[in-house]
């Protein structure tokens, strides 16, 4: 079990890289086509990909029957995030959507509490209230008198709704209680997407966009799919059967330090001073939380 735990941290490291590396690729294609038409290609050939693979592998597909009802509500929250998501991106910056993102540990534990109706230790909320801190500063853009103002980034409340959808995925995952391995949950969860996402985007379907897609857009959405989709997917239904919902959602906090990253050396993005500012707040309560689990553990 012990091994399953580290394996779990190792495969959160993972999800928060990749997560981090699509806020800035998924930029590249938030204008050249519909966020709802761009989050069906994405999920349905995710999908196609898992199905054909399972088949190959000899196992059954029974499950996408029997949890037909749990993994379509997971897969609502996450298509919902992700639309919303592809739609900040047409107003704020990729750096600036991943640290709003970094408020998922904060709110799913606001969520739990919600559902389990309990209260959790105040050391907790207290270190999750830092880190939503670091947050609050890059959407205030390092400016106090905008909160006050309530002058808020319209891209950044954008992202803030979809954060919410992607936290109430991770506290309804363990509690849903599907029998299959995470790879099965990522297929029902891309298949049931894309089912949903067929009808959200019947309005917005154009499929001439595609044709016009660059090598630049075409290894974007490779990514997007491979990566960003079907790794993500893999790795948060893994861990989240082995480590405390709390723990899974903190390693959100590394997202923006990836993400600025790939903006500043790939994107050759220049980053404003109070992004720097935010992300200390971050690393600390990510280093207080992962010291705290390690203990625990």
């Not at 929250?77 to 998922?104: D, E, H, K, N």
């Not at 404003?272 to 971050?282: A, D, L, Q, S």
């Amino acid at each position: 079990m012990h091994s399953k735990v580290l394996l779990s941290h190792a495969a959160m490291i993972c999800f928060s890289i990749f997560v981090g590396g699509s806020f800035v690729i998924s930029a590249v294609l938030a204008d050249q086509i519909s966020p709802e038409f761009l989050t069906l290609l994405r999920f349905s050939t995710s999908a196609v990909l898992l199905i054909c693979l399972i088949i190959y592998c000899k196992n059954k597909l029974a499950f996408l029957i029997d949890y037909w009802m749990s993994l379509s509500i997971l897969a609502l929250c996450y298509v919902l995030f992700f639309i919303l998501m592809f739609y900040s991106l047409r107003f704020t910056s990729p750096t600036s959507a991943a640290i709003i993102f970094t408020l998922l540990p904060f709110i799913s534990l606001c969520l739990g509490q919600l559902f389990d109706r309990k209260l959790s230790g105040l050391r907790t909320f207290l270190v999750l209230a830092l880190g939503a801190s670091g947050a609050l500063i890059v959407i205030v853009r390092g400016e106090p008198q905008n909160l006050f103002a309530f002058k808020f980034n319209f891209g950044d409340l954008i992202m803030l709704l979809g954060t919410i959808f992607h936290a109430l995925y991770i506290v309804l995952l363990p509690k849903m209680k599907i029998k299959a391995d995470p790879l099965q949950i990522t297929t029902g969860v891309t298949f049931y997407g894309a089912i949903l996402l067929f009808f959200i985007s019947l309005r917005d379907v154009d499929i001439e966009a595609v044709y016009n897609f660059s090598i630049e857009h075409w290894l974007s959405f490779s990514y997007l799919v491979i990566c960003a989709s079907i790794g993500t997917f893999s790795l948060l239904a893994f861990a989240s059967r082995n480590i405390s919902t709390t723990h899974v959602s903190s390693y959100t906090y590394l997202i923006p330090v990836w993400a600025a990253l790939v903006d500043t050396f790939v994107m050759t993005d220049k980053i404003p001073p109070y992004f720097w500012i935010g992300i200390i707040p971050i690393l600390i309560c990510n280093l207080l939380l992962l010291k705290t689990r390690a203990i625990s553990a």
